[in-house]
C-alpha cells in the first residue's frame, strides 16, 4: 500500500526535513532522527528507502508531542 504523503520525504536532503517546524522542534526532531537512524544500522545496516519516511514522521510527531520521561 502505497501512502502519497510520505513520498514528500523521500527525496528530501535531511536538511530540509523539518524546516517547517520552530527552532527547539527542530532540534528534538533531528535528535530523534538520529537515534532512530543510528539505532537501525547498527542492528539491520542501512536504513531502507521506505523506513526513512517512517522515522521522519515519528521523528517530528515526538518532536511536537515530547513523551514525559524521554529525556528529550
Known amino acids: 500500500m502505497r501512502i502519497p504523503k510520505l513520498d514528500d520525504y523521500s527525496r528530501k536532503n535531511r536538511r530540509s526535513y523539518f524546516d ?6 527542530q532540534q528534538r526532531a533531528y535528535g530523534w532522527l ?15 528507502d521506505w523506513l526513512l519516511p517512517i522515522y521522519v514522521g515519528q521523528a517530528r510527531r515526538l518532536a511536537l508531542n515530547p513523551v514525559a520521561g524521554t529525556g528529550h
Open 20 to 25: 517547517d517546524l520552530p527552532w527547539k522542534a
Open 34 to 48: 538520529q537515534r532512530f537512524v543510528t539505532r537501525r544500522e547498527a542492528t539491520h545496516g542501512a536504513v531502507a
